[in-house]
């Protein structure tokens, strides 16, 4: 079966310091992979997504850069932090060409 | 803009009873619609998801409604079980375009 593991699960970070949370999916190959943010009474919002090895498409303008050095590996990074990027960052993969999105269980991020 | 709306942010139903959450969306353009539930510090987990080609979906306790007219879809929950209190997420989009616009989520209790 598949699992999609996130670390670290919760991280305080001060202004201006690097960050990288890693995501990695187990038991399939080739999935789409897709980086969501969620602030406080906000929805999911859709940051990064990527359908293959070094592919990574953006939605949001932001402070924070993805990559994906390995087929089932995502890594979410900053180089500088902002208070603005407190929030809870969320990993999915989802099987090419099919919709339904799986979540891994979250890092939450307090900027102090 | 918010394109997929989700205007009632809490919801409290009688254990046994039904559970209706609801969902609107702008963008005549989606055409395939997913319903997530989450438990505090947890990812989100599929539930259940319909096309723009059906009016309505079932999986045992949970039935989905889509309105294409009046671009509403509403999850029903019976009966409704303690184990049910979560936020439920409803997600738009375009069929195989990997972007999923997220409502802000149902936060429902259910009361034993």
């Known amino acids: 079966s598949q699992t999609i593991h996130q670390w670290p699960a919760t991280l305080v970070q001060p202004v201006g310091s690097p960050l990288s949370l890693e995501c990695t999916v187990e038991g399939t190959s080739n999935p789409n992979l897709y980086w969501y943010r969620q602030a406080a009474g906000r929805g999911l919002q859709l940051l990064f997504y990527?359908?293959?090895?070094?592919?990574i498409s953006s939605e949001v303008p932001q402070n924070l850069s993805a990559s994906r050095p390995q087929d089932r590996q995502f890594i979410l990074s900053s180089k500088k932090l902002l208070l603005s990027d407190s929030g809870f960052y969320l990993c999915a993969w989802s099987v090419q060409g099919f919709d339904e999105q799986y979540f891994g269980p979250g890092t939450r991020l307090t900027v102090t | 803009d918010q394109q997929v709306k989700q205007n009632s942010p809490s919801l409290s139903v009688q254990e046994g009873r039904i559970s209706i959450l609801n969902c609107d969306y702008t963008?005549?353009?989606?055409?395939?619609f997913l319903w997530y539930k989450k438990y505090p510090a947890e990812g989100p987990t599929f539930l259940i998801s319909i096309s723009s080609i059906k009016d309505k979906n079932e999986d045992g306790r949970f039935t989905v409604f889509l309105n294409k007219s009046a671009k509403h879809l509403s999850l029903h929950i019976v009966p409704s079980q303690p184990g049910d209190s979560a936020v439920y997420f409803c997600a738009a989009g375009g069929s195989g375009t990997y972007k999923y616009i997220f409502g802000t989520g149902t936060r429902l209790k259910v009361l034993a």
């Open positions: 990527s359908v293959g090895i070094g592919q």
């Open positions: 963008n005549s353009m989606f055409d395939y």
